[in-house]
């Protein structure tokens, strides 16, 4: 090269340092043929790997959305747990409780000698402290949540969610293992209230660090962090030796975090998952290649593929008042027009089953045939409309909707076929597709015509789907029904102590709601999930509990 | 130069606040609550909704953070644009991008975790970019109509009129399904995480990288032969053919040293913008750079991530063009910056 290169190579080398600055500022870590050869972590080393998309939170106070909520299940036992396979609530952190005071006080007594993952013993102030935190605005963490509403029945609420005060007086400890909760209602079904994730206890850590805390919370569940939570990438866990139950059989796990779930079931094909989701196209694939489980909860080899009808429903809302909407008849008419069959055959294979209620059958309180309205049959669509519509020579008639919903994940297809079906009957049929975040408070004010929305239980009691969807003053009533008969009878029904009649209630005032048809139920969700042949046995109940404290491996 | 460096820093304050601000404006146009949107399906309590905008100072709160009421109406006081845009600059200024809607994350904490992945993809675009632009500029420079230089030009045609993610998707299409038996699933993406979140190998850059890096690999070799066509009928070469010099020699030593330094230029600033993220290519490959979060963070309508990412990319560009610009006096003495400048 020429001698007079120096200005260039000057440039170069100045450009190179600043290149390998940067690269040593953002911490480059192994090369990649280490981390080839070195393979898995020793602390992951034979873990479960499990695919979660990104969380948003692992804390339990904000545990809002369901891939946080399966990593939080296994660090954290709140005071009560129901057993889907059993159909009853059953006592995990407290042994036992019992109500009194007509059901607004309940005394629950803690597991003797539960310890939480360091060391701290897990008593009743435990138990306050993370109520308060999930209520209170500032109290013991960094940023406010979402999740208040849980606890909106107990006496103080509304002081604590003000910021007025951070003594809950609702919630009392006379001793050690004795967590005392007072209501301000009557709610004999509280105990299934404090089965939510959002309400396992927190030692003193998570108020003195609660930044720490956020990314490595603290528990007394099954499993420990090992680490922290790093963002978009991992959450790795170890079995807690000291734990109070029967300790886990498997040593760790690694919740990878994935995109989306396309990634994550090539991953899982590739043998790098050992629990997965199968995206919607792939369900047939699925099914001949891993087999079906055979409860649809269970995962083992051979039937690794989980299909199992989850508490949560697809449901087409309905603004009732809306000038056409008010009319029940017309929302009869929809709710009969709709083939929910077509839809689940055609869309999913089969695996989600028609909606015939608002309370999928796994919620006590279901009774078949309750909501009369919610199944196909057009001609008693077409039947209902003659009367006050006639149709045209076209068939057509003086009654146009609008569909408003997000185009995204799938629900464009169900929405086109719900389109046809409602032409069908002679109503003509708009859509409006817009983005969910444009569309969600549209919904809440009742700006839109019909839409779609879902519903998953917090808690599998049919006051969860009634009273949050069908109050007139509750914040998630899209539909604006309002209907004070309705309104007094879920009051009655839901502070109604014994358990047989209340339950009775509940599926009475389903009834009333379903012959006014506010929404019109279209399915109900089913699993996705799926295990490796190296997994023995794993439970993922209908309530997307992931039970890998009684899972195994091959 | 060092006045022309301080005039060159000072003239980034008006483009960084220009394009933040229309940043900031942006996302308060667009429609959808983000704050409504982090309870997901449900709604939330008002109390709890007031509580998060005083997180993240959309309401304006006391000295104690606590949210502060209108005195005739009861109502929350919404902090003006302005203001919010003042706190933003000034966390800016003491290093804090502010916290993440949805997963209550420091920004810069999520960013500087996703920096690392963009850098390196954006090394490997810009190797793969500098050797295949400017070796195929020069082979259809020197051997002009050539068979090679029409493949050079039409091959660079495609790549210019391909829209860089849809090139990506065929890529995945051939190398991840057509060729998977073939490549034993080498190139097939998604990205594999170790243990320790760490790439398991690196071919999974190669797509990606050449993705990101095909556009400008075009415009590089099509700059580079235009540059080397012109400079080899400049005097001084006809000089040095004439003193008996080969023509290898003439090409290599003379020719291509003036030829490069658009190309290099060219070459700086595209590394500028890759280092920016990509958004489409990333989202294509779902690498786990900078451009993907910020892709995410758009639907998400998390607005401290957007806000946070477009202020590094503003800052990783407005650096990268000033190096760029320094590095143009040192290779070409002609060029004369600062005060020399003025006496044109």
Known sequence: ?554 | MAKYIVRRVLQFIPVFLGVTIIMFLLQNVVPGDPIKLIAGDKAMSPEAELAIKADHGLVVTDENGKPVLDEKTGEPIPTPLIQQYFNYLNGLVHGDLGTSYKRNLPVTEILLQKYPYTVRLALVGIVIEAIIGIGAGIISAIKRYSFWDTLVTLSTSILVAMPAFWLGMLLQLFFGVLCKNWTNGAFYLPISFNANGEFQDWVYYILPAFTLASVSTAYTSRIMRSQLLEVMNADYIRTARAKGLSRKAVIWRHALKNALIPVVTYIGIDFGVMLSGAILTETVFNWPGVGNEIYLAISQRDWPIVMGGVTIIVIVVMIINLLVDISYAFLDPRIRLGASSNKN
């Not at chain 1, 050869?37 to 873990?47: E, F």
């Not at chain 1, 009319?327 to 689940?344: E, H, T, W, Y």
């Not at chain 1, 079906?421 to 708009?430: K, M, P, R, S, Y």
């Open chain 1, 1 to 554: 090269m020429s001698t007079n290169m120096n200005r260039r190579t000057f440039v170069q080398g100045s450009l190179a340092a600043s290149v390998l600055a940067t690269l040593a500022g953002c911490g480059k870590k192994q090369d990649a043929a280490q981390s080839t050869s070195g393979g898995a972590g020793t602390a992951a080393s034979g873990a479960f790997r499990y695919y979660i998309s990104s969380p948003d939170c692992i804390d339990p106070y904000n545990v809002n959305e369901d891939q946080g909520t399966q990593v939080t299940y296994n660090l954290f036992d709140s005071l009560t747990d129901f057993d889907y396979e059993a159909g009853k609530i059953i006592g995990k952190a407290a042994e036992s409780w019992e109500p009194s005071d007509g059901g607004k006080k309940f005394t629950f007594h803690l597991v003797k000698g539960a310890k939480f993952h360091n060391g701290d013993p897990v008593n009743s102030e435990a138990f306050k402290r993370a109520w308060t935190r999930v209520v209170s605005p500032t109290y013991g963490k960094e940023n406010a949540g979402v999740l208040d509403y849980h606890l909106g029945m107990v006496k103080g609420y509304a002081d604590v969610l003000a910021g007025k005060t951070e003594d809950f007086v609702g919630l009392t400890c006379p001793d050690e293992n004795t967590f005392v909760v007072e209501l301000s209602m009557a709610y004999p079904d509280f105990p299934y209230v404090a089965a939510h994730p959002c309400l396992g206890p927190v030692p003193k850590a998570a108020v003195d660090d609660p930044k720490a805390f956020y990314k490595a919370p603290i528990g007394n569940g099954p499993f420990m962090m090992d680490g922290e939570w790093v963002d978009g990438q991992y959450i790795n866990v170890k079995r807690f030796d000291d734990y109070y139950g029967t300790p886990a059989s498997i040593g760790a796990i690694q919740f990878n975090i994935q995109k989306d779930v396309e990634t994550a079931y090539r991953e899982f094909q590739a043998g790098n998952y050992d629990k997965s989701e199968v995206p919607a196209p792939q369900t047939n694939e699925a099914i001949s290649q891993y087999g079906q489980s055979t409860d649809g909860f269970t995962g083992t080899p051979g039937h690794q593929f989980l299909t199992g009808e989850e508490a949560s429903v697809y449901y087409l809302n309905m603004t009732v008042t809306d000038e056409t909407l008010k009319d029940p008849d017309v929302r009869r008419a929809i709710s009969l027009a709709i083939n929910r069959q077509a839809i689940c055959d055609n869309l999913f294979q089969g695996l989600r089953k028609p909606a015939d209620d608002i309370l999928p059958p796994s919620i006590p309180g279901y009774e078949k045939g309750a909501w009369q309205y919610s199944h196909y049959d057009k001609e008693a669509a077409i039947k209902l409309l003659d009367a006050k519509y006639p149709a045209d020579a076209n068939g057509k008639r003086n009654l146009s909707i609008q569909l408003s919903f997000n185009p995204e994940g799938g629900h464009k297809e169900i929405m086109e076929m719900v389109q046809s079906d409602l032409e069908a009957v002679g109503f003509t049929v708009t859509s409006d597709t817009r983005e969910w975040s444009a569309i969600l408070d549209d919904y809440r004010k009742g700006n839109t015509q019909a839409g779609r929305l879902g519903w998953t239980a917090d808690y599998p009691i049919a006051d969860n789907f009634l009273y949050s969807l069908f109050k007139s003053d509750s914040g998630d009533n899209c539909s604006k029904y309002n209907n004070a008969e309705v309104d007094k009878a879920l009051e009655a029904a839901r502070s109604t102590i014994d358990d047989k009649e209340r339950i009775a209630a509940m599926t009475a005032v389903s009834k009333m709601v379903g012959d006014d048809c506010p929404i019109a139920p279209i399915m109900y969700y089913s699993h996705r999930e799926i295990t490796s042949d190296k997994v023995a046995s794993f439970n993922f109940d209908a309530g997307r509990h992931p039970h890998l404290d009684t899972a195994k491996m091959a």
